[in-house]
């Protein structure tokens, strides 16, 4: 079953589903019934790794947040860059930063690059639906670049190799920067 959203990039709406594969149990239920097998034990809760989900666009960043709120991480929000900003310097103990691209006012890479310069050790994930114009802005790339529509497998898979520190263009499933 395919749940989507409609992305907002300058007056041009575009539908662009995000894939969540409804019919798998969801981490929580792995746990609960014994079958981890296709998934890593999610992380404890008191331990589990913080995560800052930024998107302007309310349904995507919703669904970002219960994928990963599934799998066992500790999620805070932001719907713009700036209200990003604000949660990153009053939540020293974030781990990463899944972040949109294209947003108004503060976008993506500027966020990455003002947290990577407050505390270079963050870890940065960034989405975007519209890897034509992330090529066109690339610059100083923190992170790798999921492509969006994105299954809850691809998400899971790219936060936790993010976190594990692979380098950018290494992990599974996120586009490679060019």
Same mark, same amino acid.
């Given at each position: 079953m395919?749940t989507?959203?409609?992305?907002?990039?300058a007056?041009?709406?575009?539908?662009a589903?995000v894939?969540r594969?409804?019919?798998?149990?969801?981490?929580? %239920?792995?746990l609960?019934t014994?079958?981890?097998?296709?998934r890593q034990?999610a992380?404890?809760?008191d331990?589990?790794?913080l995560?800052?989900?930024?998107?302007?666009d309310? %349904?995507v960043?919703e669904l970002a947040r219960?994928i990963l709120?599934?799998?066992?991480y500790r999620?805070?929000e932001?719907?713009?860059?700036?209200?990003?900003?604000?949660?990153?310097?009053?939540?020293?103990?974030?781990?990463?930063?899944f972040t949109?691209?294209v947003?108004?006012?503060?976008?993506?890479?500027?966020?990455?690059?003002?947290?990577?310069?407050?505390?270079?050790g963050?870890?940065?994930l960034?989405?975007?639906?519209?890897?034509?114009?992330?090529h066109d802005?690339l610059?100083?790339?923190?992170g790798?670049?999921?492509k969006?529509?994105?299954?809850?497998?691809?998400?899971?898979?790219?936060?936790k190799?993010?976190?594990a520190?692979?380098?950018?263009g290494?992990v599974?499933?996120a586009?490679?920067?060019a």
């Amino acid at each position: 079953m395919a749940t989507g959203a409609l992305l907002r990039h300058a007056a041009t709406p575009l539908w662009a589903p995000v894939w969540r594969d409804m019919s798998s149990k969801s981490a929580a %239920e792995k746990l609960k019934t014994g079958d981890a097998t296709s998934r890593q034990m999610a992380p404890r809760p008191d331990r589990a790794p913080l995560i800052l989900v930024v998107d302007d666009d309310d %349904e995507v960043r919703e669904l970002a947040r219960t994928i990963l709120q599934e799998a066992g991480y500790r999620i805070l929000e932001a719907e713009t860059g700036q209200r990003a900003m604000m949660l990153f310097e009053a939540n020293p103990d974030i781990d990463l930063i899944f972040t949109d691209l294209v947003m108004p006012g503060l976008d993506g890479f500027k966020l990455a690059d003002m947290t990577k310069f407050k505390r270079p050790g963050i870890k940065i994930l960034y989405a975007t639906a519209f890897m034509d114009v992330a090529h066109d802005k690339l610059g100083v790339v923190h992170g790798d670049i999921l492509k969006k529509p994105y299954r809850t497998s691809q998400l899971e898979q790219a936060v936790k190799e993010t976190l594990a520190g692979k380098p950018p263009g290494s992990v599974g499933g996120a586009g490679v920067p060019a």
